[in-house]
């Protein structure tokens, strides 16, 4: 009876054990259906300088790969632990490898730096430089003022109008010397004082004042005009003059009187000197500017070339302050040469007078 119960409770521990073993065996064998092994949030290998250089790259290619890898045995076998390290192992160089492949991809390739030749660099130090000193220029500079014109539709001599009847060249153009020419009356001596003088053509007046010393009273007229398409302008030069019949800044039309004839104060015979000019900032300081015809026209030859001009309907801007050496000069203060009078002309006047006459004839 003893026995009995001795050899009932030894099979009871034995199945006992043997329901354990089992559980144990099911437990790890559904633990090893599914093996997790997560990968590492950010892989920085130490021997690359790439990686290093580039740390946003990696964190780009990191987001690339999923967020866990799976290892299932085929057939339900269990998995040793040798084989879940070297699973590990597989699974973190898969992870370096698409981390480094994915980091060269994004990295950039760093573009070639183009070196400046000295010509380009100091062409760039002229513009800023330009650049700079037109700011300054403008900052100081007065206020532009401006008039408006038509357009000339042609040119005619200043006395005489339209084509110097009555009158005669006394003396020339000549470049590098006389800048003008005079113009006299046939009947010779001061018998045209006071003769009416024109405009040559439509414009606005831009000088008009007693200028003393050897020019007397000065009318200058600013005119605009258009050759080849392109608007031009020139200042056409009245001097010697004895009467003023127009003012600063007043509109004058083709043949309109505007002055009349005198003598510089009794400098000179009776004449008109006439100048028609390129250079509009010439003014009456003629000495700071070339005496040639990069600055002044033959007065002659420019009517006689432009007697008809194309027009239009419209007005046109001029600038009217351009004189600025004559800022300097006190007009109030110089003195008139008066007491100088010629009692004729030069022997260059003469011979023109007596072929004036002659042509009469």
């Not at 790890?28 to 250089?53: K, M």
């Not at 009555?166 to 003396?171: E, F, V």
């Not at 006299?184 to 003393?212: E, K, N």
């Amino acid at each position: 009876m003893k026995l009995n119960w001795v050899s009932r409770a030894l099979l009871m521990r034995r199945g006992f054990l043997a329901g354990a073993c089992l559980s144990f065996a099911l437990l790890a064998r559904s633990h090893a259906q599914q093996i997790e092994i997560a990968r590492e949030t950010r892989v920085q290998p130490a021997a690359n300088p790439v990686i290093s250089a580039i740390e946003d790259e990696e964190e780009i290619a990191a987001e690339r790969l999923p967020t866990a890898i799976h290892y299932t045995r085929r057939g339900g076998q269990k998995i040793t632990v040798d084989e879940m390290r070297k699973s590990g192992a597989v699974a973190r160089e898969k992870i370096e490898r698409e981390t480094l492949l994915g980091a060269s991809h994004f990295a950039e390739t760093p573009k070639p730096v183009l070196k400046r030749s000295d010509s380009t660099v100091r062409a760039s130090v002229d513009r800023q430089l330009a650049a700079r000193d037109s700011a300054w220029s403008q900052s100081v500079s007065l206020p532009m003022e401006t008039a408006f014109t038509k357009l000339a539709d042609g040119f005619d001599f200043p006395v005489g109008k339209p084509d110097g009847q009555g009158y005669y060249k006394a003396r020339g153009y000549r470049s590098g010397g006389h800048l003008g020419e005079d113009w006299d009356g046939l009947r010779g001596g001061d018998t045209d004082l006071g003769d009416p003088i024109y405009s040559i053509g439509d414009g606005v007046v831009v000088f008009a004042r007693d200028c003393h010393m050897g020019w007397g009273n000065v009318v200058i007229v600013r005119h605009a005009f258009r050759e080849g398409g392109v608007v031009k302008n020139i200042d056409s030069l009245y001097g010697h003059l004895n009467t003023l019949l127009v003012r600063r800044g007043q509109a004058v039309a083709r043949g309109q009187k505007i002055a009349t004839m005198g003598n510089a104060h009794g400098l000179y015979d009776a004449h008109l000197h006439l100048e028609i000019r390129k250079n509009l900032e010439i003014g009456m300081s003629r000495a700071a500017f070339a005496r040639d015809q990069s600055n002044y026209y033959d007065p002659t030859q420019f009517i006689l070339s432009h007697r008809h001009m194309q027009t239009g309907s419209g007005t046109y801007r001029i600038a009217m302050n351009t004189f600025t050496r004559d800022s300097l000069i006190h007009w109030d203060r110089a003195r008139n040469f008066s007491h100088a009078h010629t009692g004729g002309g030069s022997s260059e006047s003469t011979a023109a007078l007596k072929k004036a006459v002659a042509s009469q004839h």
